[in-house]
């Protein structure tokens, strides 16, 4: 029986050469491969999304293809993210829908791993109208950062120092960001370094660490981070791979810092 599996992955950074391992090792294994299947230039017809990897909508995804692989959140719109809750209704989907929209929401995600005796980051959140809340929030702590529920690559972060900042800077802030929901981390001491850790069907797989460019503190690639060899102990892998499995992701990243006040490793979200 012939199978076909889609895929829609990130192109940047190395991205393009795992894509075509992937489909090499399923060529070999007699799977077929469509890439570039962008949701986001898919049209929907009497119950069919067509797409393809030029915007001609060649293929029924439902018909032409036995699962969809999408691993592209950077480039990722609502319209495309409308498609795949539809789309993971009748095929399977990796990683599935309702993990994924979990893993893009900064807040749910944590709020989900707090509670399953995970560590993250200590947060706070509340409405943007709620101002004496926002007020404690800034007195709380002396150092702490405003943050988009969604999003990636470090986009609408705002560090925040309680000695230089007050209610109407943070107020702007939220205003010029357009953010309803405020959604605010304690700022962690860390050595303005991460891990990436990669989780496959709940093992281990890769890991590579992250630093922040010279007098900056985001390690974000696409905010001047940069990626560098390091080792992980069995510690920080085994808080992914449990982080992973409470989130229900059949793959993920996880970036975990180490809080040196605390003097323990924590999920960064």
């Not at 399923?26 to 077929?32: C, F, H, N, P, Q």
């Not at 304690?186 to 660490?209: A, E, Q």
């Amino acid at each position: 029986m012939n199978r076909q599996i889609g895929i829609w992955m990130y192109q940047n950074n190395g991205g393009e050469n795992i894509e075509k391992q992937i489909v090499s090792k399923l060529k070999d294994r007699e799977i077929e491969s469509i890439t570039g299947l962008n949701l986001g230039k898919a049209v929907v017809s009497n119950g069919n999304i067509k797409c393809d990897d030029r915007g001609n909508c060649t293929y029924s995804l439902s018909r032409d293809i036995d699962l969809l692989f999408s691993y592209n959140a950077g480039e990722t719109s609502k319209y495309q993210t409308y498609l795949y809750q539809a789309l993971n209704k009748i095929i399977p989907m990796i990683n599935n829908y309702d993990s994924y929209c979990l893993s893009e929401d900064k807040f749910q995600t944590s709020f989900i791993l707090k509670n399953n005796g995970i560590d993250t980051a200590e947060y706070e959140m509340c409405y943007k109208d709620h101002e004496k809340h926002i007020e404690y929030i800034i007195d709380k702590w002396p150092k702490m950062i405003c943050k988009p529920t969604n999003g990636w690559g470090g986009t609408g972060l705002k560090k925040i120092d309680n000695n230089k900042y007050n209610l109407n800077n943070l107020i702007n802030h939220i205003d010029k960001i357009n953010l309803k929901n405020i959604y605010i981390v304690k700022f962690i001491d860390y050595d303005n370094t991460d891990y990436r850790i990669d989780i496959v069907d709940g093992k281990f797989v890769s890991y590579y660490g992250r630093k922040a460019k010279e007098g900056e503190w985001k390690t974000n690639i696409s905010s001047g981070g940069s990626i560098f060899l390091r080792e992980p102990n069995q510690e920080i892998i085994d808080l992914a791979i449990n982080a992973t499995k409470i989130t229900g992701l059949e793959i993920a990243g996880v970036d975990i810092i180490y809080d040196r006040e605390k003097e323990k490793y924590i999920i960064l979200k």
